[in-house]
């Protein structure tokens, strides 16, 4: 059995008061703090770029528990926004963390739903191989691609990195069964770098979208994983607004105490917000989670993770 043993995280210190800019974009500190409930976008220092950002997310993972990096034999890094197109950034990462020469490295292009994409690919590949440890790390640092003018998207995102441990022996979360899906028909709902574009979002047309797929989507995987849904004891899903998981609260009818907002003081961190979210979570109150990942794509992605 594959699953989590711990997870590292890094929030710069740096950050964007929305707040700030209630007189720019003609907004409320009702809409800033109660519709989509982020207050503070975290921003990375200049001179730090995805693979440095991964670093201090490891950083933090080993102060948890020593990392015998010899051991690691599979790098996984989730970005949309590396740090060059040659060479792939997890190579990057190899090189700073020093891992072993037989350890593989690749990058995977996700977004919101990457870190669950990212579980999936990397268990895999860890059964396939006889892989007992390895690293899968997330970093998607839309400061680079991001127009601060812009009211839908800069009042969202912010800069963060995980990196999470795998292992076949004593995990701390078992890794369940997966449900997938894409709706490239809508992908315009959310690009950046068409002909150099910066970060361009439809907000409702990603609200839709998520409400649209994501309870009948979880309902999916309580059958898939032969669990009721009223036993799941948490929803991490990815922290697009709190409007969002808001409405998917009262559509799903969760006890809002399983399915929290938390990114108020950070943001939207992309493919970061859910392993951030499990990393703060108090794993001795919680046996069976639900985590979900949603957005860029456009895409989803689910699991089942229990507690041992």
Not at 55 to 65: G, I, M, T, Y
Not at 69 to 85: D, G, R, V, Y
Not at 170 to 183: H, L, S
């Amino acid at each position: 059995m594959v699953g989590i043993k711990n997870i590292g995280v890094y929030i710069p210190e740096e950050r964007i008061s929305n707040l700030e800019k209630l007189e720019k974009f003609d907004t409320t500190e009702d809409f800033i703090s109660n519709k989509i409930g982020i207050e503070k976008v975290s921003l990375k220092l200049p001179d730090e770029d995805v693979s440095e950002m991964c670093v201090k997310a490891f950083e933090h993972l080993n102060s948890k528990q020593t990392i015998e990096k010899q051991n690691i034999k599979a790098c996984i890094l989730i970005t949309q926004n590396p740090e060059s197109n040659i060479p792939h950034s997890s190579a990057l990462l190899h090189d700073k963390l020093d891992l072993p020469q037989d350890c593989a490295c690749f990058d995977i292009s996700l977004g919101c739903s990457g870190y669950v994409y990212g579980l999936s690919v990397l268990k895999s590949f860890m059964q396939s191989n006889d892989i007992s440890e390895a690293l899968l790390f997330t970093c998607d640092p839309y400061s680079k691609i991001m127009d601060y003018e812009d009211k839908n998207t800069s009042l969202l995102f912010g800069d963060a990195a995980t990196a999470t441990h795998l292992v076949t022996e004593n995990p701390n979360f078992d890794i369940e069964k997966f449900t997938f899906g894409t709706f490239g028909k809508e992908s315009h709902n959310l690009t950046a770098g068409i002909n150099g574009s910066k970060l361009a979002m439809n907000g409702r047309g990603i609200f839709n979208f998520v409400i649209r797929n994501i309870p009948k989507n979880i309902k999916k995987l309580c059958e898939l994983n032969g669990i009721n849904e009223n036993d799941i004891d948490a929803f991490v899903f990815h922290q697009g607004s709190k409007f969002l998981i808001d409405t998917l609260v009262k559509r799903m009818k969760v006890d809002p105490n399983k399915m929290k907002f938390s990114a108020k003081d950070y943001g939207n961190t992309v493919s970061s917000s859910i392993p951030i979210l499990l990393e703060e979570l108090e794993i001795e109150k919680h046996k069976t989670i639900a985590i979900s990942g949603f957005g860029v794509g456009l895409s989803w992605s689910s699991t089942i993770l229990k507690v041992n």
